[in-house]
């Protein structure tokens, strides 16, 4: 079995942490669960110039690598690479962001898992020659996985037509308006992963 996993409010809280650097950096104070879109921008109500900041603040490495884990996903990944799975972690965060994630799983004890940077969003960023190669989406979608475990509206989408995977919808508040496709199953946390992953145990 080969299973894809991504790493934003799949494995840490990462739209908790941003209503956090929103509130503290630009005086928007939007709870966790009225985060109703995925479109952060929209969310807080910012500015062009103010949303190129909060992009810049929330890829610091201090940002990224104070994420708290989302409950479970460490008991949860090792569950599946134990049942035998091989565990792709794939993000949509810029490959320049691997030190400070690669450090982050590290510290939370999944530094062994193998983790590759997806362009999911269709963003450019700056390169730098030591960061690893970024993935791009359809050649994420030649892959064969039997399981894909995302929360992004946005490759919810693309995942859509990947008739053969089963795509589990880490249940999150922008993507309870999204209509599910009928390779998709909704699942609430990780204990919602596992039941559906791992259903005999
Ligand atoms: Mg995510």
């Not at 190129?52 to 008991?75: I, M, Q, Y």
Request: proline share 5%; charged share 25%.
């Amino acid at each position: 079995m080969r299973i894809y996993v991504d790493i934003d409010d799949v494995l840490c809280e990462t739209a908790a942490s941003l209503c956090g650097l929103a509130a503290r950096e630009f005086d928007r104070h939007v709870e966790y669960e009225n985060v109703r879109v995925f479109d952060l921008q929209q969310v807080f109500c910012l500015t062009d110039a103010e949303m190129a900041r909060f992009a810049v603040l929330s890829h610091e490495p201090d940002c990224l690598k104070n994420f708290p884990l989302t409950e479970g996903a460490v008991e949860g990944l090792k569950s599946l690479r134990d049942a035998g799975a091989q565990v792709d972690i794939l993000t949509g965060r810029p490959a320049a962001s691997h030190q400070a994630t690669e450090e982050w799983l590290a510290s939370v004890g999944l530094g062994d898992f193998k983790v590759e940077y997806v362009d999911k969003y269709g963003r450019t960023f700056a390169r730098h020659p030591d960061d690893p190669a970024t993935v791009p989406l359809a050649a994420l979608l030649q892959r064969q996985y039997d399981i894909a475990i995302d929360d992004s509206p946005v490759i919810l989408k693309s995942l859509a037509g990947w008739s053969d995977t089963r795509v589990l919808v880490f249940d999150r508040p922008w993507n309870r308006s999204f209509a599910l496709a009928p390779n998709m199953t909704r699942v609430i946390g990780w204990k919602g992963v596992l039941a559906a992953c791992l259903p005999q145990s």
